[in-house]
């Protein structure tokens, strides 16, 4: 018998043991034995062809130990049923490891997908513990715990405590309805910035039957920034200000509440017109092609016009007109506001008027502040006179007075002093009564004494002039014939009229300042 070698191809045939029933093309063949008995080879013929029969023959080791001989038995008819059906096996197989590799393929796509996806993904349990979490929503949640270190956390330790209500609201109602739930939380990161979240999530049971939560996490910041810019844009759209809107061409394209109210065009009216229907016909042409000019070359444009209203009244207006540009610096808008300033302009008007009839008062005024001028001066003049008359008159008096004590006066004092030889009291009582005219006439005429004796009473007065000639208190008290506790009482009121009470000043001093 031919013997034929039967070189050794791996991952083609199954793995075959020497014990066991071997299929192989001839009838005598020599195997290459790289291993003993029992240990598993891999077998194919050198043309690649596959034939299958059953062997069994004795099995001898030859002297070299790298050959072994097999005695074969003829062919079995199932040999070929065998075949066919193993070299069905065999493209299974095949088919098989393929779809294998495609889904590996497919798999590391999907965790890319998934991992990479700008939307967050993460998987919870029903008692809010993070099972699974992609790259996304990691990054969001500005941790750098890897991914399988997250697992068995809770998802509310990321939430400010201000967001935790509200975060468990949101899940206790997701896990009792079936559609799709979402919430939208602030989120507080690092630095004080703090961003919007958006969560969806859905219940759904995995292939144990346990249920879990798969949420996707979105990043809303922007469209909340950009809602709140409009919901400011739009408050300050309907101000008490006009605002209109052109496009490139100056066609308007929206107006506000306060254009209709000022000018009384409606939307219907406006839109789609130039704002020059509104000219009042009170600027030139060129005033007009001066503000444009200055909006082309400035950007922008301020002043006071005069617009019409729809009932055909003027209406005066402070105007800013702004260009709006695109990246490349074209034109696309522009934009105009304006405030009615009629009252204003009244308020002028007013102002000038009143201001026109003060100046004329003023001058008014003036001219009789001017013969009040001349007026005072005269009566100054006469006042001088009079002063100057009475002056004469009061030093007349006084030599009068002078000239009636030394005719009259003293010569009488003189025979009651030689009648009351050797009565001491009443030569005292003369001398009180001479120093007293004495002290009356020279200051007779006085405005200081006249003021003096208008404040106190009669009896008061004595006893200040005796006090001023500097008589004692009993002196006073026996020439007025009364007790000197009356004299004391006297001095306390005199003082007290006076307003010396609270004042160390001596009373004979005080009145003997008033003559100077």
Same mark, same amino acid.
């Given at each position: ?12 045939? *199954? ?9 192989? *093309? ?10 003993? *008995? ?6 194919? /013929? ?16 030859? /002297? ?14 199932? +040999? ?12 299974? @197989? ?14 590391? =796509? #999907? ?9 967050? #993904? ?13 790259? /996304? ?11 399988? +270190? ?9 939430? %400010? ?33 703090? %961003? ?44 008490? &200000? ?6 490139? +061409? ?18 219907? %009216?406006?839109?789609? @017109? ?25 950007? #922008? ?22 260009? $709006? ?5 074209? $034109?696309?808008? #522009? ?9 204003? !302009?009244?308020?002028? !008007?007013?102002?000038? &008027? ?18 009040? &001028? ?18 004469? @008159? ?12 030394? @005719?009259?006066? =003293? ?19 003369? %001398? ?57 009482? =006297? ?26």
């Amino acid at each position: 018998m031919k013997k034929k070698d039967i070189t050794e191809i791996n991952n083609i045939l *199954p793995q075959l043991r020497l014990k066991k029933p071997v299929i192989y *093309p001839d009838k005598k063949l020599s195997l290459s034995a790289a291993t003993i *008995p029992n240990n598993p080879l891999k077998y194919h /013929s050198k043309n690649n062809r596959l034939f299958f029969q059953h062997v069994d023959g004795a099995i001898s080791r030859e /002297s070299r130990g790298d050959s072994i001989n097999c005695e074969t038995l003829p062919e079995n008819p199932v +040999d070929h049923q065998l075949q066919a059906r193993y070299a069905g096996l065999l493209q299974q @197989n095949q088919a098989l490891r393929e779809n294998m590799l495609c889904l590996e393929a497919l798999f590391k =796509h #999907y965790q890319s997908l998934y991992h990479f996806a700008p939307v967050g #993904y993460l998987t919870l349990s029903m008692e809010g513990e993070i099972t699974e979490i992609n790259q /996304s929503a990691l990054n969001f949640l500005d941790t750098k715990t890897k991914h399988k +270190d997250l697992t068995g956390h809770s998802f509310m330790e990321f939430l %400010d405590p201000e967001c935790q209500p509200l975060w468990n609201r949101h899940f206790k109602q997701a896990k009792i309805v079936s559609q799709i739930h979402g919430c939208e939380l602030p989120f507080y990161r690092r630095r004080g910035k703090v %961003d919007f979240i958006r969560l969806d999530c859905r219940r759904w049971h995995n292939s144990t039957g346990h249920s879990l939560m798969r949420i996707t996490m979105t990043d809303v910041t922007t469209r909340k920034q950009a809602e709140e810019a409009l919901r400011i844009a739009a408050i300050a759209f309907e101000t008490k &200000e006009g605002i209109i809107i052109t496009d490139a +061409d100056k066609k308007i394209v929206k107006i506000n509440k306060a254009f209709t109210r000022i000018t009384g065009y409606s939307p219907q %009216d406006a839109i789609g @017109n130039k704002p020059s229907f509104l000219q009042s016909g009170q600027h030139l042409l060129e005033h007009h092609e001066k503000i444009w000019k200055d909006i082309s070359k400035q950007g #922008y444009w301020q002043g006071e016009i005069w617009d019409r209203h729809k009932n055909g009244e003027l209406i005066p207006i402070l105007l800013t007109i702004s260009k $709006v540009t695109n990246k490349a610096r074209q $034109v696309t808008h #522009y934009v105009g506001n304006f405030v009615d300033i009629t009252m204003q !302009k009244q308020t002028e !008007k007013r102002m000038l &008027e009143d201001y026109s009839n003060l100046e004329s008062e003023l001058t008014e005024v003036e001219e009789k502040l001017v013969l009040c &001028e001349e007026e005072v001066s005269e009566a100054n003049r006469a006042l001088d006179y009079l002063f100057k008359h009475q002056e004469r @008159n009061s030093a007349n008096a006084q030599l009068a007075l002078l000239n009636e004590m030394d @005719n009259h006066i =003293h010569p009488l004092l003189k025979k009651l002093r030689t009648a009351s030889k050797g009565r001491r009291q009443s030569i005292k009582l003369l %001398d009180i009564l001479e120093s007293g005219l004495v002290e009356l006439t020279r200051t007779y005429g006085s405005v200081n004494s006249y003021t003096l004796f208008q404040k106190l009473s009669p009896a008061e007065t004595q006893v200040a002039a005796m006090i001023k000639s500097g008589q004692s208190t009993k002196m006073i008290a026996t020439a007025l014939s009364v007790s000197p506790g009356t004299v004391n009482n =006297h001095r306390k009121h005199i003082r007290k009229k006076l307003e010396l009470d609270s004042r160390s000043i001596n009373l004979r001093s005080f009145l003997q300042s008033l003559e100077t």
